[in-house]
């Protein structure tokens, strides 16, 4: 059904399944553009939700539940496919920016390196294997973490709660000459 159907969306559909068949009279293959990926699915989503709201709807509340849960389902559906959408561009983004990724292996089975057929081996290799060192150097919670801010050493840390401390004391101090 989904060869037949106009509009973007279905015309890449219709690509990725006639290249995944094998048919050597298909079209040019198309890029994607951001907009493509925010906007991919959105429509299958909003009326695959705005139904199923409105069917449990219409089977909770009766009839008067139907436009509510058509637009309720619609909308949230619609808003998880965009997120979701959103979630794939960022994926896409970090695995396009981040330099350390072990190299690809071709349909022959021989590895790419990324840096051409004649890249002298020993260097190559060198620079992966440094690349890879430094970004497995931080653990899991590290990276987590380090989203949120900087990780500082205990005594950094200690410093600052002792400057906190001090500045309620002061101004314990205060309160407490105020109330005298």
């Known amino acids: 059904m989904v060869l037949t159907l106009p509009g973007r969306q279905y015309q890449l559909r219709r690509q990725k399944f006639i290249h995944s068949i094998g048919n050597s009279m298909s079209e040019e293959p198309t890029s994607l553009s951001w907009a493509d990926i925010r906007t991919s699915r959105l429509l299958d989503s909003g009326i695959s939700g705005g139904l199923s709201g409105g069917i449990l709807n219409t089977w909770k509340r009766g009839r008067r539940g139907l436009v509510p849960g058509l637009t309720t389902g619609a909308l949230m559906c619609t808003f998880l496919q965009l997120c979701f959408n959103e979630l794939n561009i960022l994926r896409i983004r970090h695995v396009s920016a981040n330099p ?4 690809q292996r071709t349909i022959h089975g021989s590895v790419d390196t990324g840096q051409g057929s004649f890249a002298d081996p ?11 060192e430094s970004s497995t150097s931080h653990s899991p919670m590290d ?38």
């Open 100 to 103: 350390a990724l072990p190299p």
């Open 143 to 180: 990276r987590i973490l380090s989203m949120f801010g900087q990780r500082i050493s205990d005594e950094k840390y200690l410093e600052r709660l002792k400057i906190e401390r001090d500045s309620y004391l002061h101004r314990i101090a205060e309160l407490e000459e105020e109330k005298k």
């Open 122 to 132: 020993s260097t190559s290799a060198g620079m992966q294997m440094t690349q890879v």
